[in-house]
């Protein structure tokens, strides 16, 4: 069973150092949740909405390229919405890993310390994949913070279903 990085120490005040931090900490508590499921609880529900853990990992690694790259940098990425079905319900593929997401949202991980490396939290999102260049578009410190609470939600879903699958509770 892998263990999660540590929280963020409590001394840290630089404020993209900490959403990034945060950010790492959330993707190991993900990883950690799904580490040691069989491939048949990796694809399965315990939950009437229906998604199962590997779906949500997939969304996950989405969720960030959405939001990072297509949003603010306006990278053109291919399918955007790829972690969903015409209904808008998360999906994947039966070729999906764990393994393979896993390693895609660790890629999403530095890709966005990278992204936040080159920009300031004021700075808005750029014009182009994603906003029009007329557009309200978010600041960077809107968009970190959006996403770390998509990971800490999930985070806790996960939490229910591990604890239903097999009792793990805990971080």
Do not use: C
């Not at 969720?63 to 291919?78: A, K, N, S, Y």
Request: overall charge negative; charged content about 25%; cysteine-free.
């Amino acid at each position: 069973m892998s263990h999660p990085i540590p929280e963020p120490e409590w001394h840290l005040s630089d404020p993209n150092e900490l959403l990034l931090s945060y950010l790492d900490y959330y993707r190991s508590v993900i990883v950690r949740k799904l580490d040691g499921l069989p491939d048949a609880e990796l694809r399965s529900s315990r939950l009437p909405s229906g998604w199962t853990p590997l779906e949500l990992l997939q969304h996950l690694v989405f969720m960030e390229r959405r939001w990072l790259r297509w949003g603010f940098t306006g990278e053109q990425v291919p399918e955007p919405h790829g972690d969903r079905d015409s209904e808008g319900r998360f999906q994947v593929g039966a070729a999906a890993t764990v393994a393979d997401l896993v390693a895609a949202l660790h890629d999403g991980g530095r890709r966005t310390r990278a992204i936040v490396a080159g920009a300031a939290l004021a700075d808005r999102a750029a014009a182009g994949a994603r906003w029009a260049a007329g557009d309200d578009r978010p600041t960077l410190g809107w968009t970190l913070l959006h996403v770390l609470q998509e990971y800490a939600r999930h985070a806790g879903q996960l939490d229910v279903v591990r604890e239903i699958a097999d009792g793990l509770t805990g971080e």
